[in-house]
C-alpha cells in the first residue's frame, strides 16, 4: 500500500505534496499598503517558538511584511501570542495600549488575530481604520463583516487551493512513486475599512496615562502615532 496525501499547510513537509499560501509575497503586500499609507510606525502580532524565535508563518509573513514597508519593526514593538484565535488577538491590545507613542498600524499574522485585536480595541474606545490601521491575514469571509467594517488582509486563493489539491491528489492516485511536489499560491491583498486616514490629535497619550485620569469625565480615543 502506499500514502496519498495532497495537504494544504502553511510550511513545508517532508514526504508530501504541499500547497501553500506565499506568506513572503502576501506580507510583502501588506507592508507597500502601509508604506503608500505614510505610516511611520507598525507593532506586530505574531505567534512565537521560544522567546527569540518566531514559528515559520509568523517569521515568512513579518519577513515579507518589512521588506514592503521597507523597515525593520522595532522589538519592542513586537507582540507575542501562543495561539492564532481571536482570544489572543484581543489580549495583545493590552500590551499595545503600553506603547508610548503607540505605534500608527497593527499587523496581525492571522485574520483571527487582528478580529481578536480588533474587538479588543474597542472595547477601550479604539477603532480601527479611524485610531490606528490593522492588517490581517488569510482572506478569511468573517473578517469581511466586523463591525468597524471589512478587515485589509492578503487573501489566500483558497478556491484554488482545493483545485489544485485535488489534481495533486489525483496525479498521486495515479503515479504514486513521482517526486513530492510543493506548490506556493499568490495572495491578494484586500483593501477593507481598518486601513484609511486617521484622525488627527493634538497629542497623544497612552493607556497608562488615561488611567491616572480615571475620575475625570470619558475622553474621546485618541489616535496613534501622532
Not at 499560501?21 to 512565537?48: A, I, M
Not at 514559528?55 to 514593538?77: C, P
Not at 490581517?136 to 478556491?159: K, N
Request: glycine share 10%; net charge positive; with cysteine.
Amino acid at each position: 500500500c502506499f500514502s496519498t496525501s495532497a495537504t494544504l499547510c502553511v510550511c513545508r513537509t517532508e514526504g508530501y505534496d504541499v500547497i501553500s499560501p506565499d506568506s513572503h509575497q502576501g506580507g510583502y503586500l501588506l507592508g507597500s499598503h502601509l508604506k503608500n499609507l505614510g505610516c511611520s510606525s507598525v507593532c506586530f502580532v505574531g505567534r512565537n517558538v521560544d522567546r527569540h524565535r518566531l514559528d515559520a508563518t509568523s517569521h515568512q509573513r513579518l519577513a515579507g511584511f518589512e521588506m514592503g514597508l521597507g523597515r525593520n519593526v522595532e522589538e519592542k514593538h513586537r507582540i507575542f501570542i501562543r495561539q492564532y484565535n481571536p482570544a489572543d488577538g484581543a489580549m495583545a491590545v493590552s500590551k499595545y495600549l503600553e506603547m508610548d507613542p503607540r505605534p500608527q498600524a497593527v499587523f496581525c499574522a492571522s485574520d483571527d488575530l487582528a478580529i481578536g485585536f480588533a474587538h479588543g480595541a474597542g472595547v477601550h474606545g479604539l477603532q480601527p481604520g479611524r485610531d490606528f490601521h490593522l492588517v490581517g491575514f488569510d482572506g478569511q469571509e468573517r473578517s469581511r463583516h466586523l463591525p468597524q467594517g471589512p478587515l485589509t488582509t492578503a487573501a489566500i486563493p483558497t478556491e484554488l487551493a482545493g483545485q489544485s489539491a485535488a489534481r495533486f491528489l489525483l496525479t498521486r492516485i495515479a503515479q504514486p512513486h513521482i517526486p513530492v511536489r510543493h506548490l506556493q499560491l499568490g495572495c491578494t491583498l484586500i483593501q477593507g475599512s481598518t486601513t484609511g486616514s486617521l484622525a488627527a490629535a493634538p497629542q497623544l497619550r497612552n493607556h497608562r496615562q488615561s488611567a491616572r485620569a480615571s475620575k475625570t469625565p470619558a475622553r474621546k480615543a485618541i489616535p496613534a502615532g501622532v
